[in-house]
T-cell receptor, first 115, second 114 residues
Framework: KAGVTQTPRYLIKTRGQQVTLSCSPI?????VSWYQQTPGQGLQFLFE???????NKGNFPGRFSGRQFSNSRSEMNVSTLELGDSALYLC??????????????FGEGSWLTVV | AQSVTQLDSHVSVSEGTPVLLRCNYS??????LFWYVQHPNKGLQLLLK??????LVKGINGFEAEFKKSETSFHLTKPSAHMSDAAEYFC????????????FGTGTQLKVEL
């Protein structure tokens, strides 16, 4: 059974550009969430999607957006990139996402460097 | 709001000795708690989870954790460390009623020496 797949794994962008990251959840999983990991701020929740609807959102500016498609695949977009957006972006998926103790599986992440 | 505090940012042990990584939680409800491990340049792997069933939870690779409500703790232990255990470990709590808006601790870097 394939795990959570994220593409691209590594990318370098210039300040002011935009970037789109993709996440394919485990087959059968309908909930996808995104996290940003930086050395200074640790792991922070970005947003969660379930059945193509954003269910939760973290405290990030509007430059960070996402969406989920009918096949549960998800993308996140960051516009007008800033140096501080350099981070590991992790995608996680789960079967439903609403019951307590629901097991959440993470992908290997997309490493974004903004120069 | 829920939170977790990992009491040690770095822990160093010798191979073959016990591992103890400490986590305290704060929650106004009965929480679900997880431990994840992250090896260098990798994603997060679930070690174990507590969901109000047994208070002693066994995970993968010989790890286990005990939920102690009276102490609001969920410490991770392993009887005998292996070199491959060197990684960063995160204690995590879920929001009320479940959901995937996880709150992470700041992480504990485990170093295993020969």
């Amino acid at each position: 059974k394939a795990g959570v797949t994220q593409t691209p794994r590594y990318l370098i962008k210039t300040r002011g550009q935009q970037v789109t990251l993709s996440c394919s959840p485990i087959s059968g999983h309908r909930s996808v969430s995104w996290y940003q990991q930086t050395p200074g701020q640790g792991l922070q929740f970005l947003f969660e999607y379930f059945s193509e609807t954003q269910r939760n959102k973290g405290n990030f500016p509007g430059r960070f957006s996402g969406r989920q498609f009918s096949n549960s695949r998800s993308e996140m977009n960051v516009s007008t990139l800033e140096l501080g957006d350099s981070a590991l972006y992790l995608c996680a998926s789960s079967r439903v996402g609403s019951e307590a103790g629901n097991t959440i599986y993470f992908g290997e992440g997309s490493w974004l460097t903004v120069v | 709001a829920q939170s977790v505090t990992q009491l040690d940012s770095h822990v160093s042990v010798s191979e073959g000795t016990p591992v103890l990584l400490r986590c305290n939680y704060s929650s106004s409800y009965s929480p679900s708690l997880f431990w994840y491990v992250q090896h260098p340049n990798k994603g997060l792997q679930l070690l174990l989870k507590y969901t109000s069933a047994a208070t002693l939870v066994k995970g993968i690779n010989g790890f286990e954790a005990e939920f102690k409500k009276s102490e609001t703790s969920f410490h991770l232990t392993k009887p005998s460390a292996h070199m491959s255990d060197a990684a960063e470990y995160f204690c995590v709590v879920t929001p009320p009623g479940g959901g995937n808006k996880l709150t992470f601790g700041t992480g504990t870097q485990l170093k295993v020496e020969l």
